[in-house]
């Protein structure tokens, strides 16, 4: 076996037929660890890189395991099939994927060389180099930019938006293909204007089609529980479905292939 | 690349007021073919029984009251009343006579007895003691395989009781030559006879009563066109007027003879269909490949300027709701198995033709359509699906899919050709294949394949491995000694393979028994006519003469045997956790749990019923009394938190629907325990066993009679559905359980498997939702599945979720990029997705 196959990495959930993140059915591999702190983070067991304890259901189970790429690739083998009639095949996300850049490129190479697709989640948070080493074996980018204001996007994530937009612009020129997602949060970015800043920012990328917006919802409070933790958006309603229309339109406006979730 | 004519072409008017007609009553029995039916066997005493048939049948034609109803473009109605039906006491009878005063009140599939009705019947049925198949079969089984019926290892009812059905006639060739056709077939068949033929007796009688019948119905369908005439005559509306005149010009030209367009292929049809259903009960009566022998009268009348699409469309539909008019009651047993009065006429379109070539053309999609404009249970609405099925085909179907109505089902040609051929069906037959019933594959106009023949419940064989062969008490099996001395694994496994061969040797005492019957005291006539090769053989179809002949007796219980046998094995085996007697004291005790409330009030009611009818009068405190009485485990609380413990382990255990390799293994070697020695029996009109794989609807009922199996499923609970997992204990998701159900050898279970999935709409939201659900369908059949078909989870269903979670630890919903168990949600959260589903997600 090739010794790329042997590399490590530290994941919290493999999940199957997922078909809201890529072209087709897919398999997640959610790898654990972020760069980021987002106060409406649905998968908070995915930010810490440590092995955690979290409550699921009433019963303790520990989040977080380490294992090689082949391990992964034979569980991402099992839905081959599905992928070849899809256009399917195998997504990165996380926690951040560019977190374990050795592990997900490995993983990447694997998946590619197998004749699988690939897609990574991320928001580019990270040195250019190191997601360079990922390009090679990537065919879809799921890039996300939250917000186009540096101070809001602090407030909301603890981190600045300078990196993750002068990544974008190199991933435009670089990348096979490059998506943008965006998250509506209530209180964070949900206006007009918010939105439409950053279809703006996506249109001047010159080289980037889609942008989907993804309305945000309440699915991981029970997660924030299961960790003893707060969940400080707690009294934030999920965005109405006239403003997500409304929300799409002003993507669409500037010449974006809008899109409403994944 | 073929193009197809794929717009969806509005549901006119006449269509919903002909269903709304359809539902405004509760539907009724008859008793006019009954009369009829014993009058005439009183006044055939003595002659062949296939002469007496034909003249029953000419009878009950010739007599039976008539009726057009409002609307109607397409008539003809075996009763009076919409949604009524007629009794069938050559069968059986004795059932109905105990529910007079019940039926029109119980819960599944109750229908309306008037007085005069009851009367009616009661003096029919005098005659009938001691005549009826039912009573027949019975002396021919061997005692033994009546003692494991009544402790109800496997269920015979069908055919027992009832007609057998489960065919699908030569409509085309009706269609093409009419009866004329039909009758001048037998009458050179019948010159050809020389009166010194060995056989001459049999085949000469039999043919006459060919003729005899064909004839009955031509007379039948003028009576219609006398009907029509008159009423066109006393309408003062001038539309309804012409409708009329031209109902009874086509009824007086069809089925004698001939179609000459679309509408008199389509009128022609129904009588078939209808009257298929009046010479005997049999359900699964399935109309099979109608996009394919109706678009010839279709394309001739379009190219020809006599027909529109919308006119097309609109007969089409009309077809759809006449397949909601027949009707048939069962006892309130089997009721409950098949609720929601389904008949099964299986109609299916797409697929290849007998040359391998895609045979999809544009009724395919005016089929769909019309289940859509109907959106009634009839028929039966199936597709195939090859590998070169047109994409926009299958989108279209998956359409369908996302309305909720569980149609259609989808059958994999790849698998089913090749099956079929395994059978002895040529390769011409094969690729011409429709479904009978739920997922029975044959060849139309050539089978007799006896496709529901059983139930066979193997967890019940499993608890017979536990209990020596005893059940409460009597030794009903062989005695494969005493389960708690086994030391081996390999000792369990052989116990449970002796118990199934003993039990599968009397399912094919039984059912040879019931065969034998059907020959002796219902050959049909009628039906027969319009089989290969009945008449060129001078045989009936219930002699033998069809070309290929079956008898496929279903096992149910596949993922149960599997993640049992796993367990077992784990526990006691390998892992030396628990003794094998530990074990079976947890079974027999329901591992520490209450027994199941569902059924305990099932039971409260009949004793209370029981208790009301021997004049006690009783209270809302005693009723309660019996029911906790019932549902209480007694056991010691320090033994049932031992019985729970067990149960807690084996619920961690891996799991058949999760793409386990070694537990998938399992379900596939104990289901051959069931496939593969049923397929060395032969019947009596000399053709094969073939096992299928599915329990219709009755896993809860046939659950019902199942205490603890011993992969923790508690007494008394539902069985797996199909093939599928047992609910709940699939929790990777679709590809995951896809991937288990096809590692199971669907070739050798040729006479169909059943694998139902479940899907919140969202799944299949827009155009990307669609495309992802035929590519899963695709998947799955790519891995040599036979048969899926999916039902879409309503808010109904999510509410049910809340309150019994353990049934749906599958159950994924996804919301907006967002994927979650449902069941592992907050209450809150669940009642936000509840509200969201409400909102519709399409």
């Given amino acids: ?262 | 690349m073929k193009t197809f004519y794929t717009e969806k072409i509005e549901k006119r008017d006449r269509i919903t007021r002909l269903v709304e007609d359809l539902y405004k009553k509760m539907p009724e029995i008859e008793a006019d073919r009954a009369a009829l039916l014993t009058e005439s066997y009183k006044s055939t005493e003595g002659e062949p029984i296939v002469t007496r048939r034909a003249k029953a049948f000419a009878h009950i034609l010739d007599n039976i009251p008539i009726t057009i109803r409002d609307n109607e473009l397409i008539v003809g109605s075996a009763t009076k009343t919409p949604r009524g039906c007629q009794t069938f006491p050559e069968f059986s009878f004795e059932w109905l006579e105990k529910e007079y005063d019940t039926v029109a009140t119980r819960v599944a599939d109750p229908f309306y007895i008037s007085e005069e009705t009851k009367k009616s019947l009661i003096e029919s049925n005098k005659y009938w003691k001691g005549k009826t198949t039912s009573e027949l079969a019975t002396s021919y089984m061997d005692p033994k395989a009546l003692d494991a019926i009544n402790h109800n290892m496997y269920t015979p009812g069908n055919y027992f009781y009832n007609g057998v059905g489960h065919v699908t006639v030569d409509y085309v060739k009706v269609l093409k030559y009419g009866y004329v056709g039909i009758i001048k077939e037998a009458e050179d068949a019948r010159a050809k006879l020389d009166v010194s033929d060995s056989d001459f007796a049999t085949r000469s009688h039999f043919l006459d009563a060919v003729i005899m019948s064909c004839k009955a119905v031509i007379r039948y369908a003028k009576r219609y066109s006398a009907l029509a005439a008159k009423e066109a005559k006393n309408t003062p509306d001038v539309a309804r007027k012409a409708e009329l005149e031209n109902i009874s010009r086509i009824c007086d030209y069809v089925p004698e003879h001939g179609a000459t367009s679309f509408r008199e292929a389509l009128q022609s049809f129904w009588f078939v269909q209808m009257l298929l259903q009046v010479e005997s009960s049999g359900h699964s009566i399935s109309p099979g490949r109608f996009d394919q022998y109706m678009f010839p009268y279709y394309k001739s009348d379009l190219d020809k300027g006599i027909l529109t699409r919308e006119d097309a469309q609109e007969l089409i539909d009309c077809i759809w709701v006449k397949l909601n008019d027949l009707n048939k009651c069962r006892d309130c047993v089997s009721a409950e198995g098949f609720a929601g009065y389904s008949l099964f006429q299986n109609l299916i379109v797409g697929g290849q033709d007998v040359n391998g070539n895609d045979a999809t053309n544009d009724l395919s999609f005016m089929c769909i359509t019309a289940t859509e404009h109907v959106f009634l249970p009839q028929p039966s609405f199936s597709v195939r699906v090859w590998n070169s099925s047109p994409h926009s085909f299958l989108i279209r179907a998956a359409e369908l899919t996302r309305t909720g109505i569980g149609f259609p089902a989808y059958y994999n040609d790849e698998v089913i050709i090749p099956a079929l051929m395994s059978r002895g069906v040529s390769l011409e037959d094969a690729r011409d294949y429709n479904i009978i019933g739920c997922v029975e594959p044959q060849k139309a106009s050539k089978t007799e394949g006896w496709h529901d023949a059983a139930f066979f419940n193997m967890c019940r064989v499993l608890e017979m491995v536990f209990s020596s062969g005893k059940d409460k008490g009597v030794q009903i099996g062989p005695d494969t000694g005493d389960v708690t001395k086994f030391t081996t694994y390999e000792e369990f496994e052989s116990a449970y393979e002796t118990q199934m061969n003993y039990f599968i040797k009397l399912l094919v005492n039984s059912i040879n028994a019931i065969d034998y019957a059907h020959k002796e005291r219902c050959p049909l006539p009628f039906e027969s006519c319009m089989v290969d090769d009945c008449i060129s053989r001078g045989k009936s179809i219930q002699e033998g003469g069809a070309i290929y002949n079956f008898t496929g007796p279903q096992g149910f219980g596949v993922a149960n045997v599997a993640d049992a046998m796993w367990a077992v094995k784990t526990l006691v085996f390998d892992q030396h956790k628990y003794t094998m007697a530990e074990y079976k004291e947890a079974m027999e005790n329901n591992f520490g749990e209450d027994y199941d409330a569902h059924y305990c009030e099932k039971l409260t009611k009949v004793a209370v019923s029981k208790l009301v009818e021997s004049g006690k009068s009783v209270s809302e405190d005693d009723i309660a009394n019996i029911f906790y009485a019932l549902r209480k485990n007694n056991a010691p609380e320090d033994k049932k938190a031992a019985y729970k413990k067990l149960k807690l382990d084996i619920d961690e255990l891996p799991k058949y629907g999760n793409d386990n390799e070694e537990v998938d293994a399992f379900a596939r070697k104990y289901t051959y325990y069931y496939t593969r020695p049923l397929e060395s029996f032969k019947n009596p009109r000399g053709g094969q066993y073939q096992a299928g794989l599915y329990p219709v609807s009755a896993n809860v009922l046939l659950g019902g009679q199942t205490g603890a199996t011993p992969d923790a499923r508690l007494a008394f609970t539902p069985v797996a559905d199909g093939v599928g997992p047992a609910a709940g204990r699939d929790t990777k998701g679709p590809t995951a359980t896809c991937n288990s159900v096809s590692k199971l050898d669907h070739y050798i279970a040729s006479n169909g498997t059943l694998f139902n999935m479940k899907f919140h709409p969202t799944a299949l939201a827009g155009r990307q939702g669609l495309e992802n659900f035929v590519s899963l369908l695709r998947g799955y059949f790519d891995r040599k599945g036979s048969h899926m078909q999916f039902n879409v989870v309503s808010r109904e269903t999510l509410r049910d979720a809340q309150a019994h979670p353990e049934k749906y630890r599958s159950l994924v919903v996804r919301v907006a990029g967002y994927s979650a168990l449902f069941t592992s949600l907050s209450r809150a959260l669940q009642n936000d997705i509840i509200s969201r589903t409400e909102q519709g997600g399409f």
């Avoid at chain 1, 560019?98 to 592990?103: A, V």
């Avoid at chain 1, 980037?208 to 699915?219: A, D, F, T, W």
């Fill in chain 1, 1 to 262: 076996m090739e010794e790329y196959l042997n590399t490590k990495g530290r994941i919290f959930d493999i999940q199957r037929f997922s078909v809201h993140d890529g072209p087709g059915i897919r398999t997640i591999v959610f790898l654990k660890g972020c760069f980021l702190r987002c106060k409406w983070c649905c998968n908070p067991e995915s930010q810490s890189y440590e092995i955690q304890q979290m409550v699921v259901a009433g019963k303790n189970k520990i989040i977080g395991r380490d294992v090689t790429v082949s391990e992964v690739l034979e569980e991402v083998e099992k839905d081959r099939t599905y992928y070849q009639r899809s256009g399917g095949g195998l997504t990165l996300s996380g926690g951040e994927t560019l977190g374990q850049p050795e592990f997900a490129a490995a993983l990447l190479r694997a998946a590619k060389e197998n004749g699988i697709n690939t897609a990574i989640e991320s928001t580019a948070f990270a040195d250019y180099e190191v997601i360079k080493t990922l390009l090679p074996y990537l065919d879809v980018y799921l890039m996300d930019i939250k917000h186009m204001n540096s101070d809001k996007h602090k407030e909301f994530t603890t981190r600045n938006n300078e990196l993750i937009l002068e990544n974008a612009k190199k991933l435009a020129r670089d990348a096979r293909k490059l998506v943008i997602r965006t998250p509506v949060i209530p209180t964070f970015n949900d206006t007009k204007e918010e939105i439409g800043e950053i279809a703006k920012f996506v249109k001047s990328l010159g080289t980037v089609e889609e942008m989907h917006i993804l309305p945000y919802h309440r699915l991981g409070t029970d997660k924030y529980a299961g960790l003893g933790r707060n969940y400080s958006l707690g009294s934030v309603e999920p965005p109405s479905k006239e403003l997500m229309n409304e929300l799409l339109d002003v993507v669409n406006s500037y010449g974006l292939k809008g899109q409403i979730g994944g």
